[in-house]
């Protein structure tokens, strides 16, 4: 049987380093899919693939056998990633979910604005 000739598979292009308003630590809000008006605390952002974890939200179990480091095994709860489009971030000062934008200072130092209220988003610690 002759090998086949063709292309070569289809490899999977880098995604560009965004920059997200969204940051670990921001409280948002959910705002599309199963887990709509979910609010929580953002656990971890990857830029890589433009998702989020979300404190609470899409929760996932998974089976685990026993080995050395968990020899108990059984079922693991743990939130999956949703996707960043999908989250708002919420304006302290009104409690209500907000677009953000960027303002530079003159001292050139950023600061998120909500866009809603006007009111800076500061950063969390």
């Known amino acids: 049987m002759a090998a086949r000739q063709g292309r070569a598979p289809r490899q999977a292009k880098p995604r560009s380093h965004a920059k997200y308003q969204i940051v670990k630590g921001d409280r948002v809000r959910v705002i599309r899919g199963n887990y709509r008006d979910l609010e929580g605390t953002v656990l971890r952002v990857m830029v890589a693939t433009g998702r989020v974890v979300v404190e609470g939200v899409n929760q996932r ?65």
């Open 61 to 125: 179990k998974r089976h685990q056998r026993p080995t050395p480091s968990n020899p108990e095994g059984g079922i693991i709860t743990f939130e999956a990633p949703i996707h960043i489009s999908n989250v708002m971030l919420i304006d302290p000062s009104t409690g209500k979910p907000s677009r953000v934008r960027s303002r530079a200072e003159p001292d050139g130092t950023k600061e998120r604005i909500a866009v809603k209220s006007g009111n800076p988003i500061p950063k969390p610690r």
